[in-house]
Structure formats: C-alpha cells, structure tokens
C-alpha cells in the first residue's frame, strides 16, 4: 500500500498554497515568489498559463520551421521565452503570443489598433497607439497612395491601422491596407465614440466565435463598432442612446462570464425600452 506523503505549503503573503495543486509550480518559480512576489494564481488554472521566465519552445529541436512571436514572448538565445504572466496562445500555423489583461500596449505585428493623430510630417503621420512609443505612418500607406494623393489628417484624428513592424529599437509602423494591399476596414473612423478599455477585453471583443455580448446587443440594437488591440474601442450608432448603451455594456462586461454578459444586456435593453 503506497504510503501518502504530507502535503507541503509556502505561505506567500496572505495565500496559502498547497504545491501538489499546483504542478505547474517549479522550485525556481517557487524561490522567486518567497522572495517577494506576490502568488495570485487563478481559481480554475487553466492549460497554458505561463509566468515570466518560462521557456515554451527549444529552438534547437526545431529545424525548418518558421514562427510568429506576438506580445508577452521574446527569444533568448535558442530558446522562446515569456516575458508577462497570462496564457500562452497559439494561432495556426505558427503564431504565439501569451494573452492577458493590462492597460499598457505592447506593439505586436499584425495587431490591429486604433490611433490617434498627433503631428503630421512630409512622409508620415505620429500616431499615438498608447504604446511605449509614437507610431509612425507612411503617407503612402494607403490604398492608391500617392504624392499627388496625399490624406490630409488634423491632429486628433482617430484612425484604424495594421501594425506592419514592431520592435525594440524602432518606433512601430503602421498601415492603412491589409496583406494584398486593399483598404478594407482600414482609414478614418469620423463621429461616434472612443473609449479605452483593458488589453484582455479588446481580445475578448475580437474573439472568434463572435463575443456573446456584441452578438446579443447585435440583435437588438443598429450600431458600428471598432476594436483596437491596444485596448480602444469606437462605436457609432443612428442616435445617441444606442451609443452610450453599447459603450457602458462593453464597460462593464470585462468581468463577466457569458451567461452574465447576456443578462447585463438584457436588463439595458429593458431599461431603453
């Protein structure tokens, strides 16, 4: 009969946690939260979180293969390593990225965010991505771009980009075309209303299926809506009642599960009618 050996606990601060729970707990992750840090783990861990110091990818065991690293990874010698706590994602074929919710915004290629115009130069607009540091976009970075067909923005104008190059040393760039270079949902967004929200709930926004809160209101409700990786949101409706309403929904949901989220909308609708 296998003997049970006693259950060990590291109290950290005010929590209490009991290592076998926890497999995901290394001694080295161990040694660096009794040294300070503070142990905040979910209540339903789920499969993928990570902790900054982890290596997700052995770079040496890999040959031929090309991958995409996005916000909260960077590459360490042969190895990918994690920078920020949350999830670690993987969008097929080969792009990660860990996911989790902030209010700074790390620029990622291929993350779609909404800026703001803060200067105008001869060869490129300063956008504000609510990064680290100002953005820059080509004034040919448009659908048919020209020098004779130049896009006149004020300062203050919001627009819809596509992050093309995103790294340490540079300021990030942005583009009004998609991949094959059309416009698509890219440019100008005029009227309506900006807000800012968390990283994690514009992701939540953009998720795929479509989010049940956006599908419910969706149904009921007309309206145009907007969503920046960065964690702006623009929504534009027929009148203004609908606008506030969308935009105090999207508000309030970040903590909500579905079945919740579907319930707050219902409750603003009946309030509306």
Not at 110 to 115: A, C, I, P, Q, R
Not at 245 to 261: D, G, T, Y
Request: glycine letters at 6%.
């Amino acid at each position: 009969m296998e003997s049970k050996k006693p259950l060990r606990s590291a109290f950290v601060d005010d929590y209490v946690v009991k290592l076998p729970s926890l497999p995901w707990l290394s001694p080295k992750h161990l040694a660096r939260y009794l040294c300070g840090f503070r142990l905040t783990p979910p209540p339903h861990l789920a499969v993928g979180a990570q902790v900054p110091g982890d290596v997700i990818l052995d770079l040496a065991d890999m040959t031929n293969q090309t991958i995409k690293l996005g916000a909260g990874l960077r590459q360490d010698c042969d190895t990918i390593q994690v920078t920020s706590a949350g999830r670690l994602r993987l969008s097929k074929p080969n792009k990660y990225w860990v996911e989790n919710s902030q209010k700074r915004y790390i620029p990622s290629v291929e993350d779609t965010v909404l800026g703001i115009v803060v200067d105008t130069k001869p060869d490129n607009f300063l956008v504000d991505i609510k990064g680290p540091s100002l953005a820059f976009l080509p004034v040919l970075s448009f659908e048919g771009g020209t020098r004779r067909n130049i896009p006149k923005f004020e300062i203050g104008t919001l627009i819809y980009a596509r992050v093309v190059k995103a790294n340490r040393i540079m300021n990030p760039e942005l583009s009004c075309m998609d991949a094959i270079g059309k416009a698509a949902e890219f440019g100008q967004l005029k009227n309506g209303y900006t807000f800012e929200t968390s990283t994690g709930l514009a992701r939540m926004l953009l998720s795929s299926p479509t989010c049940p809160l956006l599908e419910a209101l969706g149904k009921k409700l007309s309206f145009e809506i907007a969503v920046g990786l960065n964690g702006r949101v623009w929504v534009n409706a027929p009148s203004p009642s609908n606008v506030i309403l969308v935009s105090e929904a999207i508000k309030q949901s970040e903590s909500f599960n579905r079945m919740q989220q579907r319930s707050m909308v219902e409750k603003l609708l009946a309030k509306l009618a």
